[in-house]
């Protein structure tokens, strides 16, 4: 097989494969979402949408929130797809804040259905991350996003839990769900979990948390609970429009809370400085 260069990867140079954007078009913060239809209810909150773009399952809307520059990005489901969009939107830009805003099944008892839940870290139960670093490198949100969520639940009075989501690589198997024609290879997955102390399971964070602390960048997760894996419910009609809105609203108050931070600290957020912008040092 040839080996695949720096210069040969069509996430090099202007316009990116996947995601269809180039410099200029995508903010550095970046809320992430997995349903294509949601970037719309996110951007419907904004005070301008200047640009709207879509590409296979990759939807992009960017404009200002609150006289923030913010784009909102679609991933579609799993850690494959989370690792196609952050390699191509690090190509565009210099120093991206990324916010997940996602569904979950809830794991432990205290978290209701609707409930929001901030990821502290990750269980690396998906593969992907495995071609980028050791099975034993811990998938952690940065410390940051996780105090400016926590801090938006709180002013949002929203119901809310910190803990460890486990990330799977698919929806049925992967995730212990049992299913009338396929074999389950650890059907009591969920309950291993809920011992263990994990908060959520979803597809998607573990991939987020590696790549973003590979290159030193900001990155956290705010997933409302659509199920309750325990107890089997679900949410559904009203109530789960009325969770993914808290999340959505979640995020964007975490998000704004960060660029203000970013103001107060360096005048101009996107100065470039290691120091302050998602801790990095030395360049990408």
């Not at 940065?142 to 400016?148: C, E, K, L, M």
């Not at 108050?253 to 005048?267: P, S």
Request: a negative charge; aromatic letters at 6%.
């Amino acid at each position: 097989m040839a080996d695949l260069t720096h210069a040969d990867s069509p996430a090099t140079g202007g316009h990116q494969y996947h995601i269809a954007l180039e410099r200029g078009e995508l903010a550095e913060y970046v809320l992430l979402v997995g349903d294509p239809g949601r970037v719309a209810r996110v951007a419907d909150r904004w005070d301008e949408v200047s640009l709207r773009r879509s590409n296979r399952e990759i939807t992009t809307a960017t404009g200002t929130y609150r006289g923030m520059p913010i784009s909102a990005m679609s991933t579609g489901m799993g850690p494959d797809n989370v690792e196609i969009v952050l390699a191509e939107v690090m190509e565009i830009t210099d120093w991206p804040t990324f916010i997940r805003v996602g569904s979950s099944g809830g794991l432990q008892p205290e978290i209701a259905l609707g409930d929001l839940v901030i990821s502290i870290g990750a269980v690396r139960l998906e593969n992907t991350t495995d071609f980028y670093v050791h099975p034993g490198y811990p998938a952690i949100a940065h410390r940051d996003v996780v105090s400016a969520l926590q801090t938006a639940c709180q002013r949002l009075g929203f119901a809310h839990h910190l803990g460890l989501t486990a990330t799977a690589s698919g929806f049925y198997a992967p995730q212990g769900r049992a299913m009338r024609t396929l074999p389950v290879r650890y059907p009591q997955l969920a309950e291993e979990l809920r011992r263990q102390g994990v908060a959520n399971l979803e597809m998607e964070s573990s991939a987020l948390f590696v790549l973003a602390s590979l290159a030193g960048l900001r990155a956290g997760t705010v997933c409302a609970a659509y199920a309750q894996r325990i107890e089997g419910t679900f949410l559904e009609g009203a109530a789960k429009e009325a969770a993914e809105a808290r999340c959505i609203d979640a995020g964007l108050a975490g998000i704004h809370l960060l660029w203000q931070k970013d103001r107060q600290q360096e005048g101009d957020p996107r100065a470039g400085s290691p120091a302050t912008i998602g801790g990095r040092s030395g360049e990408r």
